[in-house]
């Protein structure tokens, strides 16, 4: 089996909800991707999707380093893609394009083996613990009672919410959120994220605080994802774990944290380098006896690798309708995500909706998890009246 090219294909969409967080407390439903093509000589085709912004990067290192190559070899094939960006960095867009082949390789090989990926990858049971993520900054309160309490239904304990902007706010929607899912039958497990908004300092009051009233499980991103200084102070100024990783690229941008013990849960995604990347730095975590927590993704397609890992906590489930051209093979089930017998990733598109939605040219404006730091992100203290809004960067 030879790979003989990649086809990609633009497309744009409203979400089912809007998502938002301390850097975009309004929220937006304006959404985009680019679904992603890996052909071969004997019909079989590896499919996912990436940003946009990956597109030229997809296309430039699978002419160069994938065409022509067994796709079954996919940890050297991952190695000849990572080695070539050397120079410039394992970062950014380079890292998205790396991904996305990376994962479109995985399914390409499991495929071939006519099996499941969590079957290839080596899980022995093809389920994975859930938690429920509302990226709910902009929500309102009866809204986030509906959200929960629907993921609650559906047997899932654990949920995390977005907080960092304003403290009384927090504290009422934190309460609202562990009502809704003691609905489930079962202990609420509470997480928090302030997406990197907090100072060290400001983080362990405001955490101390809300640790008066509720047991939480995991507090994320609570300073800068880089500053393992400032997370190890975190760590070490409250009771619960600081969990942080899923905005860091490759193995070497964990190595600090770990070795400064200022992570508690590592968190992985799509975007470690895809797959390959992922089960790297999961083996290094385990190393060091830490868990892993896998990031959401559109239609939850890397519980296949969380199946796998023996050190791995709970995925973050969000159901925000992303999934609007294509249908993966997997259900929520007492609290669990639960893979199928599909081949491969179980990711099928579906062509006629994808071509409703395809565009030659992305509309200009910000998307689904697109948005930068707000101005004031990171001081000690930011008056409330000088808390910026969207279009006051």
């Known amino acids: 089996m030879k790979v003989t090219g990649v086809r ?17 407390p309004t929220g937006s439903d304006r959404a985009n991707g ?57 970062c ?31 899980a022995s049971v093809p389920k994975v613990k859930a938690y429920a993520s509302g990226i709910d900054m902009n929500l309102t309160d009866a809204e ?24 009384e706010a927090d504290e009422r929607r934190l309460e609202l959120m562990q009502q809704a899912l003691a609905t489930s039958g079962k202990r609420p497990l509470l997480m928090i994220d302030s997406n990197e908004y907090w100072s ?27 500053d393992y200084r400032g997370l190890r102070q975190v760590s070490r100024g409250i009771k619960a774990a600081v969990a942080t990783g899923e905005n860091l690229h490759e193995i070497g941008d964990f190595m600090a ?10 968190q992985v995604g799509s975007n470690t380098s895809g797959i390959t990347g992922a089960m790297q730095v999961a083996d290094m975590a385990s190393g060091f006896e830490l868990p892993v927590a896998l990031m959401n993704c559109p239609g939850n397609f890397m519980a296949h690798l969380a199946a796998a890992l023996p050190n791995h906590m709970m995925m973050e489930v969000v159901q925000a309708g992303r999934e609007v051209c294509f249908s993966v093979d997997m259900t929520i089930e007492d609290g669990y995500i639960v893979l199928g017998d599909s081949p491969g990733l179980g990711w099928v598109f579906d062509e006629e909706k994808l071509a409703a939605l395809e565009v030659e040219a992305l509309t200009p404006g910000l998307t689904l998890g697109s948005w930068g730091r707000r101005r004031g992100g990171g001081l000690f203290i930011v008056p409330p009246d000088e808390q910026d809004d969207l279009h006051g960067r």
Do not use: C
């Open 257 to 266: 944290l770990i070795d400064n013990e200022a992570v508690d849960v590592v």
């Open 200 to 226: 060290p300092k400001q983080a362990i009051r405001r955490i101390s605080q809300l640790e008066e009233r509720f047991d939480l499980t995991w507090v994320e991103e609570p300073a800068r994802r880089w």
């Open 144 to 167: 986030i009672s509906q959200f929960y309490g629907g993921l609650a239904a559906q047997g899932v304990q654990a949920g995390k919410l977005k907080v960092g902007v304003d403290f």
């Open 34 to 90: 680019l679904a992603v093509f890996l052909d071969t000589d004997e019909g079989i085709t590896g499919v996912t999707t990436s940003g946009p912004g990956a597109q030229a990067a997809i296309h430039g290192l699978a002419d160069a380093f994938l065409v022509g190559q067994d796709p079954r070899g996919v940890r050297g094939l991952w190695k000849r893609m990572v080695d070539a960006v050397f120079k410039g960095g394992n």
């Open 92 to 122: 950014g867009q380079v890292t998205g394009a790396i991904s996305a082949l990376d994962i479109a390789l995985w399914d390409l090989k499991a495929k071939a083996n006519n099996e499941p990926l969590w079957r290839t990858l080596g």
């Open 8 to 24: 990609t294909r633009l497309y744009e969409f409203t979400a089912a909800r809007a998502l938002g967080d301390a850097n975009l």
